[in-house]
C-alpha cells in the first residue's frame, strides 16, 4: 500500500475495501488491507473503521467471481460485505477512454445502476 492510502486512513473515519472478484489474487489483497486498516487504527486514527467490503467486477458467467463472492460471503458477516455488486460492464472503459464518468457517458448502464444503488444503500448505513 503506498504513501496515499496510509496517509487517506490515518485522515478518514470508514473505509471501504474493493475486491475485484475476477482475480484470485484479491481475497489476500483484502487480509493485507483489513491488517493495516488494524493497524492504522492501533497506531493513530483509532476513529478509523471498516465500513464493508464491496464486491466489484462481478461477471457471474465465470466460475472464479462466483467462487469468490461466494468465499467472501463465508468468510465475512453479511453487515460486512455491500448488498450492492459493481458487474464487469465495458460502459466503465468507455468512458475512461473518453475522460468522463459513466454517468456522464451512459447513465443507464448496468455499471451507473450498480453504484446508484451503491450510493442509496451507503446513505442507509450511514444514516442508519
Given at each position: 500500500m503506498g504513501?496515499?492510502?496510509l496517509c487517506a486512513l490515518y485522515?478518514?473515519?470508514f473505509v471501504i475495501v474493493p475486491v475485484k472478484v475476477g482475480s484470485a489474487f484479491s481475497v489476500e489483497g483484502l487480509i493485507r488491507a483489513t491488517k493495516l486498516i488494524e493497524?492504522?487504527?492501533?497506531?493513530g486514527n483509532s476513529d478509523l473503521?471498516?465500513?464493508?467490503?464491496?464486491?466489484?467486477s462481478v461477471d457471474n458467467r465465470t466460475a472464479i467471481s462466483k467462487a469468490i463472492t461466494?468465499?467472501?460471503?463465508n468468510i465475512?458477516?453479511?453487515?460486512?460485505?455491500?448488498?450492492?455488486?459493481?458487474?464487469?460492464n465495458t460502459a466503465f472503459e468507455k468512458a475512461e477512454s473518453m475522460g468522463e464518468t459513466i454517468f456522464q457517458n451512459d447513465g443507464t448502464a448496468s455499471g451507473a445502476r450498480a453504484f446508484r444503488a451503491l450510493?442509496?444503500?451507503l446513505i442507509s448505513i450511514v444514516e442508519g
Open positions: 504513501s496515499f492510502v485522515a478518514s473515519d493497524e492504522v487504527k492501533t497506531k473503521n471498516f465500513l464493508r467490503i464491496l464486491i466489484n461466494s468465499q467472501l460471503h465475512f458477516d453479511e453487515n460486512q460485505v455491500f448488498e450492492t455488486q459493481i458487474p464487469v450510493a442509496i444503500e
